[in-house]
Structure formats: structure tokens, C-alpha cells
């Protein structure tokens, strides 16, 4: 394991708790350092720049799909042998895929995720958000992740999809130990071979519930990729898992810490929340502002599929490029005072949700969930306050989130 060192630049600093906590500083001195920066101690470049970013989401060279291989690649070859069923099945989902394979997956999948679908959910989060809270009610206190963030995104894309309720707990960690080893931060052998074992579990799980549902439709987002057609085409029987997969993964890691972050946020900036308790239509801002300021995903990743120069250096071609969407999304050329959180802020979108044709698919139901979840918490607990001085932040660096939020009303 790299010795992190507090004075580099390098992203290895972020294995450090206290980055960890508060990783924008950080972030400030690599965009204002080296904003196209070569991590030697990692082997990898690292761009921090909002235009740099959002012009590697939109450039066809920044490959996707040879960003997940070259993640793969920096495994030693036994690390390979266990983690290769994990990497091959996102091989063949919509985030890890490039045009034109990316286009027919994705035209599929939209069918059966489109906003109509998403708008009928909304009685349905609700009627959860209202449960959740009402289970809590009478003790005075809770934590918001255990207790809000993590079961209502978890509960509503397992009724999307048209999983029993029941499942939920091996649902999420299936998802959870197969997306943890994803990406360019090294990891123990426990740990990928946690990940094959889940991915071959939640795969047997997916095919047995599209068999019945092939025999039994539903009403339901499973029953629409099972039925789901282009041409004549359906999707093959791995590539429905994979996409099932990152639908349930992604459909709530990080919406759950969306919500935390977000609450927390609004707990930290009073003059913010009382704004947003004046005028609970300031929601969707409240959301995207949540989005720019502390973004649950910090880190994706593409692979040069050619040699690229940016900002005067030269990306080799196959070389991992990581983009710091934390660092982006604060990044004083594009925001005004973008160390501060701000709900009425309108200045163009940040890059939470990604851009250009790898957008969040799922960005309208983690809007939707995040709105309700605000305005309903602080409509129903006015006083809510936070319960601990110290929060203690999960370790993986693409991810954002408090493993506990305790709070009193």
C-alpha cells in the first residue's frame, strides 16, 4: 500500500480520514496546482477542472469501456481470476459500455425507465418517506441513514424492479460487495472474493425472477426488460443481470448518501434550511444544490482510447484518466463562491449526475426520492438537529457518505 503523504498531490491522500472528511482542500490545490495532473505514486492522470471534465464526459476517446478493462488490468493476474465475473458482467451494462454498443443498450433500457414511470412512483415514495418517519416518531431521535437514507431508495428500486420486499437486505449486499471493487483504488483478496460470490448469487436470483416473470408479467420495471424490444432484439439473458444489477446497485448507494449528504448539509447551513422550509417548492434546488456541494459519486473514470492533449500534457494512449466530479463541481470558474451552499444558486448544472450520453439514467427517481425526503423530514420534525460532533465518512474515495447521521427532533 502507497504511504499517503498530506503535502503531494497525489490521490492516494484521500485514504487519509481526515481528507476523507473534508476532501475539497484537497481538491482546491490539485485544480489550482496541476489540474491536469499525473499521479505517479498511483499511475493514473487526474483532472479536477469543470471544463476539463465535463470535455473528457463528451469526448468519444475518453472510453468508458476501456476504463473498466484498464481497471481490471492493474489487478495481478490471481486478483484477476477471482474478480474477472464481476468485471465481465459490467462489461456489458450501460455505464461501462462505449457507442455503439452503449446506444442499443441504453435505447432498450430507456423504454422501460421513462419519466412517466418515474412520476407514478411518487404516491409510493411518499407513503414510505411517511412510514419510515412514522416508525421513529415517538423516540425523539434517529439516524437519518439508518432509518431514512439507506431503506427508502433501497425499498422503492426494489418495487420499481419488482423485487420482494422481503430480499432486500441480499439485494443490497449483493450490490454493495460487487460495486466496491470497481475502479482504480486497489483491494484486498477478501474483498473481490466477496464480490464473485455475490455476483454469481444476485445472477441467479435475476435470471429465476425474469423466468416467472416471462410466465407471470407484472407490472413492473423487470416485467419491461424482460419484454423490452428494438428491432426484433431483445436484450440476451446477461446483459438483462448486468443491467438489472447496476439498476438496483446504483438505484440506491447513492441516492442513500444523496439524502445524507444533502440532510446534513441543510443541518450545517440554517439560513439555507429555513429558506427551503419557507418554500418547500425550492426542493428540486435544494437537490441539485446537495448534487454540486457534496456529491455522493466523487470519482469516474475513462481510459484514452488514443493519445490526447490536455492543457498542454500528453495522455497516453490506454492511460486512466480520473475525474474528480468533487473538484469540478466546486470549481470557481464555473460557480460563484462555490465553497458555499447555496439552494437559490442558478448558475448553470454541475456534473453530479455526469454528462453527455453516460447521464444518470437513474436521475429523475434519485431527484424525486430526494425531494420528498427533505421536505417531508423538516415539515414533520421542525426542530431537528444533529446528535454528534464527529461523523465518521465511508472509506471508499468514489463514494461520499456518512456511515451514521444521528439527529434529535
Not at 439560513?271 to 435544494?286: F, H, M, N, S
Amino acid at each position: 500500500m502507497i504511504e499517503p503523504n498530506v503535502h503531494s498531490l497525489s490521490l492516494s491522500n484521500l485514504l487519509r480520514p481526515e481528507v476523507r472528511a473534508n476532501p475539497y482542500p484537497f481538491y482546491a490545490q490539485l485544480r489550482s496546482q496541476d489540474p491536469v495532473h499525473w499521479d505517479e505514486a498511483m499511475g493514473f492522470w487526474v483532472l479536477t477542472r469543470y471544463a476539463d471534465v465535463a470535455t473528457a464526459f463528451n469526448d468519444p476517446r475518453f472510453s468508458r469501456a476501456q476504463g473498466l478493462m484498464g481497471g481490471f488490468k492493474r489487478l495481478s493476474e490471481a486478483e484477476q481470476r477471482i474478480a474477472e465475473p464481476v468485471y465481465h458482467a459490467y462489461s456489458q451494462s450501460m455505464p461501462y459500455t462505449d457507442p455503439p454498443y452503449h446506444t442499443r443498450l441504453r435505447a432498450l433500457v430507456n423504454k422501460a425507465f421513462t419519466p412517466r414511470v418515474v412520476e407514478r412512483m411518487r404516491p409510493y415514495i411518499q407513503n414510505v418517506v411517511n412510514d419510515l418517519l412514522d416508525s421513529v416518531e415517538a423516540k425523539g431521535q434517529m439516524d437519518v441513514i439508518r432509518d431514512l437514507a439507506y431503506p427508502l431508495p433501497l425499498v422503492v428500486i426494489a418495487e420499481m424492479l419488482g423485487l420482494p420486499t422481503e430480499d432486500r437486505q441480499r439485494l443490497k449486499k449483493w450490490s454493495d460487495d460487487t460495486f466496491a471493487i470497481l475502479g482504480v483504488v486497489r483491494h484486498s483478496p477478501d474483498l473481490m472474493e466477496h464480490a464473485a460470490h455475490s455476483m454469481a448469487e444476485m445472477a441467479a436470483y435475476i435470471i429465476s425472477i425474469t423466468r416467472d416473470r416471462r410466465l407471470q408479467p407484472k407490472e413492473d420495471l423487470l416485467t419491461a426488460l424482460v419484454a423490452v424490444v428494438d428491432e426484433g432484439e431483445r436484450l440476451t439473458q446477461d446483459e438483462l443481470v448486468a443491467n438489472a444489477g447496476v439498476l438496483l446497485a446504483a438505484g440506491h448507494e447513492t441516492t442513500s448518501n444523496l439524502i445524507g449528504n444533502g440532510v446534513l448539509a441543510l443541518l450545517r447551513h440554517a439560513d439555507q434550511l429555513q429558506k427551503l422550509r419557507d418554500d418547500p417548492a425550492r426542493a428540486a434546488a435544494t437537490v441539485e444544490e446537495a448534487m454540486r456541494f457534496d456529491n455522493p459519486v466523487q470519482i469516474v473514470y475513462r481510459s484514452a482510447a488514443e493519445e490526447i492533449v490536455m492543457d498542454g500534457k500528453r495522455i497516453g494512449k490506454g492511460q486512466l484518466v480520473n475525474m474528480i466530479l468533487g473538484a469540478a463541481n466546486r470549481d470557481p470558474e464555473q460557480f460563484s463562491e462555490p465553497d458555499r451552499f447555496d439552494i437559490t444558486r442558478d448558475e448553470g448544472r454541475h456534473v453530479g449526475f455526469g454528462l453527455g450520453i453516460h447521464f444518470c439514467i437513474g436521475a429523475p427517481l434519485a431527484r424525486l426520492e430526494g425531494q420528498i425526503a427533505f421536505t417531508t423530514l423538516f415539515r414533520r420534525f421542525p426542530n431537528l438537529r444533529l446528535a454528534a460532533d464527529a461523523l465518521e465518512w465511508q472509506e471508499h474515495p468514489t463514494f461520499r457518505g456518512v456511515k451514521s447521521l444521528p439527529v434529535t427532533f
